[in-house]
């Protein structure tokens, strides 16, 4: 039987190159001990988190917990959105950035005692065609740069492994021709890279758009125009701090709908996964997703030690996970 005090937890064990495995353990003490009831699943192939966070949702369970890294939280994305079930996110992968845009500890445990502590809020989530996104979607050298990362074997992790592909694939910086509308509005640019920002923090920290707000309605959209190699590097560190928008080539647009055309199909990347290619067709789903945030997260929300109290007495079908 599910009640409140029940999670299921979802977990990607090669996400961060096998963090995840210690993630979960961590996490799994803090919930044990706070009176949590887990069941835990484990992903076996790409699509499986999916598939599993649908399950959740169609079975009424309260929470599902996504361990992992931002490409195993935007498959939970997938099977909650527009559910009653709320997501809660123990970071476990490479750039955490759906963790980070949230006020997430990246702690798996600090993460963890959120589920005691925290409280749910409703955040926009973006739709693109048939998928649903939580950070970006975008096209150009970030996409270059996030397919180096999941692909080349490295000692290096997290943030730097990413600072490291940036440095890689400089060396094939291009630009291209696009026709960008935003809100019917249309514009052709030169570009070597469009970011679709929902959330402030993308590719382990990098702040493209530092006001990026998830409640507030709006995609922020960032185009880099035509700029040099060396211009680019020496821009880059400044978007930790988001000191970079004063540079005449990164442009800022905020807008419900976007649309990207494009003369040859590029790869379009997704919270850090690199699925299909253009043209870009994205649409904002207003407060579409619950997740589990820190009670000092700046919006309001229902505490979860609430919700938790009051639906002690829920009670709903037993249920069983294939291949568990």
């Not at 069941?39 to 361990?67: C, D, K, N, S, Y």
């Not at 400044?238 to 005449?248: A, S, T």
Request: charge should be neutral; aromatic fraction near 6%; include cysteine.
């Amino acid at each position: 039987m599910i009640a409140m005090d029940y999670v299921r937890i979802i977990v990607n064990p090669q996400a961060g190159r096998g963090r995840s495995i210690n993630a979960l353990s961590k996490a799994e003490q803090v919930l044990t001990k706070a009176g949590w009831r887990c069941e835990i699943a484990f992903t076996q192939a790409p699509g499986h988190a999916i598939e599993l966070a649908r399950m959740a949702a169609a079975q009424g369970v309260p929470i599902v917990t996504a361990i992992g890294g931002d490409g195993t939280v935007n498959e939970v994305i997938q099977g909650i959105t527009g559910t009653e079930t709320a997501l809660a996110i123990i970071p476990g992968g490479t750039g955490n950035d759906h963790a980070r845009s949230l006020g997430i500890p990246l702690a798996p445990a600090q993460a963890a005692t959120l589920l005691s502590q925290g409280k749910i809020i409703k955040m926009d989530i973006g739709h693109e065609r048939d998928r649903h996104f939580g950070c970006l979607v975008s096209i150009g050298f970030p996409v270059d740069v996030i397919h180096h990362t999941n692909t080349k074997r490295r000692f290096l992790v997290g943030s730097l492994a990413i600072l490291s592909s940036v440095w890689q694939t400089l060396k094939d910086l291009r630009f291209h021709r696009v026709t960008l509308t935003l809100d019917g509005e249309r514009l052709s640019v030169s570009t070597c890279g469009i970011f679709v920002l929902n959330t402030p923090s993308v590719g382990g920290g990098l702040r493209f758009s530092p006001t990026a707000d998830i409640t507030d309605g709006f995609f922020d959209v960032v185009v880099i125009g035509e700029l040099t190699r060396l211009e680019l590097l020496c821009t880059l560190p400044k978007v930790y701090v988001g000191k970079h928008l004063n540079h005449p080539a990164f442009h800022l647009y905020r807008c419900r709908n976007v649309q990207i055309e494009t003369a040859e199909p590029l790869p379009k990347m997704f919270d850090g996964e690199v699925i299909g290619y253009t043209p870009v067709e994205a649409f904002l789903e207003p407060k579409a997703l619950r997740v589990l945030v820190p009670a000092s997260f700046p919006v309001e929300g229902e505490a979860v030690s609430l919700l938790r109290k009051a639906a002690s007495a829920l009670v709903l079908p037993a249920v069983s996970l294939p291949g568990l």
